[in-house]
């Protein structure tokens, strides 16, 4: 069965980086584009960012593009997210699935808090 296990959150400063990521089992992950989602208090439900397949095609939110790089390791089934230049606006609990624009399994999420 799909499984994916998001980690690397806690809290942050303002400014500050994080970097999660989500480890995928009972699929062939190379297979499969990627993508993350949030859902931030107040604000609701946003994709975050896609990747394709191969890795080599990322597409970003208007509200974290420049900021955020997603990214793959298809030998360790594994996808992250590298996250600058964090702001209080992205505290959400984070998502990964396996699909672009969140379609899919998601995992349980992990939790980012950026707080002074």
């Known amino acids: 069965q799909v499984q994916l296990v998001e980690s690397g959150g806690g809290l942050v400063q303002p400014g500050g980086s994080l970097r999660l990521s989500c480890a995928a089992s009972?699929?062939?992950?190379?297979?499969?584009?990627m993508s993350w989602v949030r859902q931030a208090p107040g604000k609701g439900l946003e994709w975050v960012s896609d990747?394709?397949?191969?890795?080599?095609?990322?597409y970003y939110a208007d509200s974290v593009k420049g900021r955020f790089t997603i990214s793959r390791d298809n030998a360790k089934n594994t996808l992250y997210l590298q996250m600058n230049s964090l702001k209080p606006d992205d505290t959400a609990v984070y998502y990964c699935?396996?699909?672009?624009?969140?379609?899919?399994?998601w995992g349980q999420g992990t939790q980012v808090t950026v707080s002074s």
């Open positions: 990747i394709n397949r191969s890795g080599n095609y990322t």
């Open positions: 699935a396996n699909g672009r624009r969140g379609f899919g399994s």
């Open positions: 009972g699929f062939t992950f190379s297979n499969y584009a």
